[in-house]
Each structure stands twice: as structure tokens, then as C-alpha cells.
């Protein structure tokens, strides 16, 4: 089916009732590729049955996409959208490597301990059937991966074939500055995480309003993206998920996923946290979400520190080839064409070693 555009502003040449109806087929059309999965043996997932009143409330969401080629890859998302919309550009090419593997995050809690035995499962599940994949993480999902190999055995590390880490936010310190440092004012996304992690759970009214503060927040964020641009059925069709995604988050759900970022330590420069090859893409305009003393941003502008995390790291810097439209933090929706050429070398390097074996 041909796509329909529309610019973000009001449009007399597009009928409304058109787009919906791209819209709604381009959803569809995903919905019959992106299907829930369950690994085979979730052990470590069902262990932790008896630490939660409600696993519902605080397992992720698995689903897998069927690809083509011998690289499954395994995407955890920042805070905002879903791992299924993060990378809906990508997917095309992703596919051609192999599966897809989506964990969304629940909507009404969130447990670090239960993010990291799904992972683990999943992990186990892919090597045992189609080898070793390549994990994906975008800002926040990056805290969350990192923490999880500083913690995982070494035979869930052997088992991994490569990280990318697109935009990674390691920890708090990334997202919110110390008071000493707020002398320029305080952002609006900083202000309103800083606001989630001091409210009371306990006081609902309190901790839904500083939610839904940030729920606009986020969709600031996407309208910002979005302005002057033409907006294809999959820009609208995953405006639509995001949306929807905010409003069915309960405040309860916002608040465990912010605290989980609290709760991430930055890693020591004395000893490796993954050994396989890494590639991290840093935007050009990550200080416009990042604080200046970013220990993230810090890391990796240093290849001498890096290292020491990441001993076989690449960084690359996602440079837009349009004047006036820097790459701001995880863009891949609206900068795809910046990201998937970097993406597309990454996955052609790790493939090549598996050609010169089947050679």
C-alpha cells in the first residue's frame, strides 16, 4: 500500500479520514509481524515467583519478529517508546540479519531483579536455537544492560555476540545534576524525574500528578521531533502507540521505572563489564537530555576510559547530513537516516567473521 504523509501542522491536501486508515493498516501490518514469545525454559523467571504479589505487574513483555539471517538481536528500550516502536525504521534491516526480539516494559510496576531473569531466559533460549545475539539497548535500556552484565555469569557473557548501545544513560547522574550544578536553570525532563524520585508511592495523588507530569513531558519530547517534518503512517502509527503507551502507565509504574534508574550505580573504571565487541552511537546534541558532567557522556569521549569497561569498543558520533537538524539523544524515528547506515556496517562486520567460516 503507498504511504500518506502529513506535515505535523493542519493540511487541506490530506483527508483525515485517509490517514487514519494508513495509519490503522500500518499497525495491522505490524501486528501480524511482531508476535508475543515465550522462551522455551524461563527458570529464572518463574524462581522469582514467590518475592512478587503480582508477576503481571512487573514482567516485561517479550515478542519476536522473524528474520532472515543468522544475528538475532534482542532490543531494550529507553523509558519512551516501547521496544517494538523504538526501532520501527530499523526493522527492515534488522530482519535481514536475523530475528527480532522485543522486552517491553510493564505498565503497572517494574523490577530490575524480573528485567534480568527475562533477559537471562531469553538469552539461554536464542543461543540454544538460532546462536549468539547481538542486544540493542537505547538510553535508559542501556543502565539497565550494563547493571546486568556487571552481574550475569560469565557463561551468559559467552553466550552474547555483541552489545550496541545507542544514546546509553548509565545511571542518574546522567539525567538529573547535583544542586550545586542547577546555576543555569533546571530542564524540564530533569525537573520532572528529580520530582517522580522524591514523591511519596504511598501518597497516590501526589505521585499520579508528578507522573503525569512527565507523561507531557515525553510528549513535548516527540512533538518537538516531529515539528516541520512529513510525517509517513508509521510516524503516525507509533504516535499513536506512544500515546497510548503514556496513558495506560500507571503512576505506580512510572515511578518503580524511575527508581530502577536511581537505583543504577556507575559502573568502576577497574574492571571489565563485557569483553565482546561493542559499538556505542552518541548523538550529535546528547547534551540536550544529558547533563554537562554526565559520567556517560565523559566515558565515552574517552577511549582511554572505555576501554577499561569495554575493552573491544568502537564509539561512533550520529552526525545528520541535513544543516540545521542535528541528531538529538535516541532519535532513530526521526534521524533513521543517520542511524541505519552505522547500523548496517555494525551488523556487516560481526557477520563477516561467519562467512569466512562457512568460506
Known sequence: MKSVSLKTGPSKDVHPVLVSAATMAHGFMRSMAIKPYAPRDRRREFSLMKNFHSMHSIRCQVFREKGAGSIPTIVIAGFVPDATETIEFQRPLLRRYGNIYY????????SAEMFSAQLSDLIDDIHAKAGKPLIMSISFGSGLLVDFLRRADEHIHEKIRGLLLVSPVICTDDLIRPKSEKRDGVRFLESSLQKIITADPLKHDELEKQVER????????????????????KHLAIRRKIMDMLAHTSALGGYERVKALRDLEFPALHGSVYAGPVLALMAENEEDILVPLSPTLGLFADST?????????????????NEGDNVPHASMIFHHDAYNPLLESWYSKLSAPLLQMAV
Open 214 to 233: 512527565s507523561r507531557r513531558c515525553f510528549q513535548a519530547l516527540f512533538a518537538a521531533g516531529a515539528e516541520n517534518r512529513v510525517l509517513s503512517s
Open 305 to 321: 576510559r572505555y576501554t577499561k569497561l569495554f575493552p573491544n569498543c568502537r564509539v561512533k558520533k550520529v552526525i545528520s547530513k
Open 103 to 110: 522486552l517491553n516494559y510493564p505498565r503497572n510496576g517494574f
